[in-house]
């Protein structure tokens, strides 16, 4: 999985996705999604360090099954919130 975050004075984001991802377009009946490098390629991680970034995030862009699946054991997402494209889930996460 490839791991980015981004921080402001407020909020630290986490954006997460299966390495093989990188780079494609998945769709759906609605819409399409483009896995851009820019946004979701920062260092290449395990999944014992996302669920660290995702405990402390207040933010979360995640696509891919180990991704969403390690936000799930997390608790931060609820499995059956996951919009799927392509047959892969795409989950987003915020805190209020």
Same mark, same amino acid.
């Given at each position: 999985? !490839?791991?980015?975050? !981004?921080? $402001?004075?407020?909020?630290?984001?986490?954006?997460?996705?299966?390495?093989?991802?990188?780079?494609? $377009?998945?769709?759906?009946?609605? +819409?399409?999604?483009?896995?851009?490098?820019?946004? !979701?390629?920062?260092?290449?991680? $395990?999944?014992?360090?996302?669920?660290?970034?995702?405990?402390?995030? *207040? *933010?979360?862009?995640?696509?891919?099954?180990?991704?969403?699946? +390690?936000?799930?054991?997390?608790?931060?997402?609820?499995?059956? $919130?996951?919009?799927?494209?392509?047959?892969?889930?795409?989950?987003? !996460?915020? *805190?209020?």
């Amino acid at each position: 999985m !490839y791991v980015k975050t !981004y921080k $402001t004075e407020k909020h630290f984001m986490v954006a997460a996705c299966d390495k093989e991802l990188i780079g494609q $377009t998945l769709k759906n009946e609605k +819409c399409e999604i483009k896995v851009n490098a820019s946004f !979701y390629q920062g260092e290449e991680t $395990t999944e014992d360090v996302l669920e660290d970034l995702l405990m402390r995030a *207040t *933010t979360a862009n995640l696509i891919g099954q180990k991704a969403v699946a +390690c936000a799930v054991r997390c608790g931060i997402v609820d499995p059956n $919130t996951a919009i799927y494209f392509d047959e892969i889930p795409h989950a987003l !996460y915020f *805190t209020l």
